[in-house]
């Protein structure tokens, strides 16, 4: 039987740390135990399948990632390892033991050889495979990297920093270039948007700051969602972004118009570890301390229309953008109901 979504995925422990294939229907999961494992998923009822598990982290997985052309799979975890394995076999390619001095945090693959990596110290590594060794090493953020992204020339890599701050380096250069000023809680999630001109990045305290392209010292607006938090992010169109929060729900926000379009899906009552997008931007995977990672259809979100014009909401329940987000997860709706104020919402870490 055919189904709109490949069905969800249980496992043992929670899951941290989600990524999908470029290429292939294929997702990469960490859990806080250090196992990795590789599922192909279909829309196939009963076709989901484990294809293999490795167990070499020594403490909690926090970062999956695949490679450009799809063939390794990066992980990366407290124990401050950085391994890199096949996406084949599973097989241990390349291991990097003490690859930081704190706990590992997030990877990055920038191109076929280059990565980079950012632990809880707000240190951040620039690797080259072909060298096997750092090519930069920067310790310009004073709490933990949350999470990175680079531009579509490989060029510039954007940090966001538990310091409140986005930092910019220039990987062709091999050097810092700035550090934004701090903004209110945590940044947790950064990402590139209205072809490269726009950067998003998503706060502990449910804000979307956004930057211009040549302007990373400010904020050019900020858009509170009145959710707990923004705790990841990814997006779906040049203009939308799908973000997953401490409350359960997966919301689909609009950026320039700032709007929240409605919900996704939700993993009722358990904060939001990861979102991963597939290739095409026609489904959405996402992982939570319910243990499950569950799949979302998002292939109508391109289509939506967003006014300039803005209505005055006087609240009730987040409109459902998928046939699983139907009438689940009204209690968790606060953000549009206009007496709710945002409250700053503690960062957790599942390990």
Request: net charge negative.
């Amino acid at each position: 039987r055919l189904r709109d979504t490949p069905e969800d995925i249980c496992f043992e422990a929670t899951a941290n740390a989600i990524a999908l294939h470029p290429a292939r229907p294929l997702l990469a999961v960490g859990d806080v135990d250090g196992d990795v494992y590789l599922y192909s998923y279909s829309c196939t009822e009963g076709e989901n399948r484990q294809l293999w598990s490795s167990g070499h982290h020594l403490k909690s997985c926090r970062d999956v990632a695949f490679s450009q052309d799809g063939q390794k799979l990066f992980t990366v975890s407290k124990d401050k390892s950085v391994h890199i394995l096949t996406v084949e076999e599973g097989q241990l390619e390349m291991r990097f033991p003490k690859a930081h001095g704190s706990a590992l945090n997030c990877v990055l693959p920038i191109d076929n050889h280059v990565f980079a990596t950012g632990d809880d110290g707000g240190a951040l590594k620039v690797w080259d495979l072909r060298k096997g060794d750092t090519v930069l090493e920067a310790h310009q953020q004073e709490e933990y990297i949350s999470a990175m992204a680079v531009d579509g020339n490989r060029k510039i890599l954007l940090t966001a920093s538990g310091d409140g701050t986005l930092g910019v380096f220039n990987v062709k250069r091999r050097r810092f270039e700035l550090l934004s000023e701090p903004q209110n809680g945590d940044l947790t999630s950064v990402v590139l948007l209205k072809r490269g001109k726009k950067v998003a990045c998503g706060s502990s305290e449910g804000t979307i700051y956004l930057f211009n392209w040549d302007g990373f010292g400010a904020a050019s607006d900020r858009f509170a969602l009145r959710a707990e938090s923004v705790d990841c992010m990814v997006p779906i169109t040049d203009s939308i972004v799908c973000v997953g929060s401490l409350d359960g729900v997966i919301r689909a926000v609009n950026i320039l118009p700032n709007r929240v379009l409605g919900c996704v899906g939700q993993h009722l009552g358990e904060p939001i570890e990861q979102l991963a997008v597939a290739p095409g931007g026609q489904l959405l995977a996402s992982c939570a301390h319910d243990q499950k990672v569950k799949f979302w259809d998002v292939s109508t979100l391109g289509g939506l229309v967003v006014d300039d014009y803005r209505k005055k909401k006087k609240g009730g329940p987040l409109r459902a953008l998928s046939s699983k987000a139907t009438g689940s997860g009204e209690d968790f709706f606060a953000d549009l109901r206009d007496e709710a104020e945002p409250e700053a919402a503690a960062g957790s870490d599942s390990d």
